[in-house]
T-cell receptor
C-alpha cells in the first residue's frame, strides 16, 4: 500500500531561520506529490510536483521533487511567525484512484 | 471563488446518535472528496464523487457511514449510531474536472462524541 513519511515530525526555529522539511514516499505508480499548509483549519494548497528536478517557488517557499530517490523537500527561507503551521505532504495513489495519501505532517513553530 | 463550505463547524453529540454533515464545493468543481483527520495525523480518505456518482469508498467507511451527492452539487455525510472512535475532524475537498488536480479543502466539521 502507498505510504508517505514526513520528517521531522516537529521543528522549532527562530524568526529568520531557513528550514527544510522532508517527505519520502513509496508508491506503485507515481503521479504527483502535493504540499499543503494547515493552520487551525483547512489544509491550504501550496505546490503540486510532477516532474523531477523542477523547482516550484512561491515567495519564500520552494519545493522540489526527486523521483529517482522518491522524496521531496519543502524549503522556507527567512521564516516568520506566520509560517507556524503543520505542513502536510500527500501523493496521488496508483492510476484510476483520485484519493490523496497524506503523511502525518511536520509541525513547524517559528518563535519571534 | 468562495471556497469549499462545510456545515456545521462543530457538532457535539451523545454516543449512539446519528449525525449529518454538509459540504458545498467550489462551484465549477465536479469532484468532491471526504476525509477524516484525527489529532497528530494527516487526513485519511473516506470517499470520492465525480458529479453525482460515488466512485471510490475507503475500507474506513463502515456500514454506519453513508455519503450522497444527489444532484452533483452539495454532498452530505451521515454517521449512524455514532461511537467514541468517530470523534475527529471531517474534511471535505473539491477539485475541477480532469484527474491529477489539486484538491481544495473546507474548514471541516469537528465531531465530538460524549
Amino acid at each position: 500500500e502507498d505510504k508517505v513519511v514526513q520528517s521531522p515530525l516537529s521543528l522549532v526555529v527562530h524568526e529568520g531561520d531557513t528550514v527544510t522539511l522532508n517527505c519520502s514516499y513509496e508508491v506503485t505508480n507515481f503521479r504527483s506529490l502535493l504540499w499543503y499548509k494547515q493552520e487551525k483549519k483547512a489544509p491550504t494548497f501550496l505546490f503540486m510536483l510532477t516532474s523531477s528536478g523542477i523547482e516550484k517557488k512561491s515567495g519564500r517557499l520552494s519545493s522540489i521533487l526527486d523521483k529517482k530517490e522518491l522524496f521531496s523537500i519543502l524549503n522556507i527561507t527567512a521564516t516568520q511567525t506566520g509560517d507556524s503551521a503543520v505542513y502536510l505532504c500527500a501523493e496521488f495513489t496508483q492510476g484510476g484512484s483520485e484519493k490523496l495519501v497524506f503523511g502525518k505532517g511536520t509541525k513547524l513553530t517559528v518563535n519571534p | 471563488d468562495t471556497g469549499v463550505s462545510q456545515d456545521p463547524r462543530h457538532k457535539i453529540t451523545k454516543r449512539g446518535q446519528n449525525v449529518t454533515f454538509r459540504c458545498d464545493p467550489i462551484s465549477e468543481h465536479n469532484r468532491l472528496y471526504w476525509y477524516r483527520q484525527t489529532l497528530g495525523q494527516g487526513p485519511e480518505f473516506l470517499t470520492y464523487f465525480q458529479n453525482e456518482a460515488q466512485l471510490e469508498k475507503s475500507r474506513l467507511l463502515s456500514d454506519r457511514f453513508s455519503a450522497e451527492r444527489p444532484k452533483g452539487s452539495f454532498s452530505t455525510l451521515e454517521i449512524q449510531r455514532t461511537e467514541q472512535g468517530d470523534s475527529a475532524m471531517y474534511l471535505c475537498a473539491s477539485s475541477p474536472p480532469g484527474g491529477n488536480q489539486p484538491q481544495h479543502f473546507g474548514d471541516g466539521t469537528r465531531l465530538s462524541i460524549l
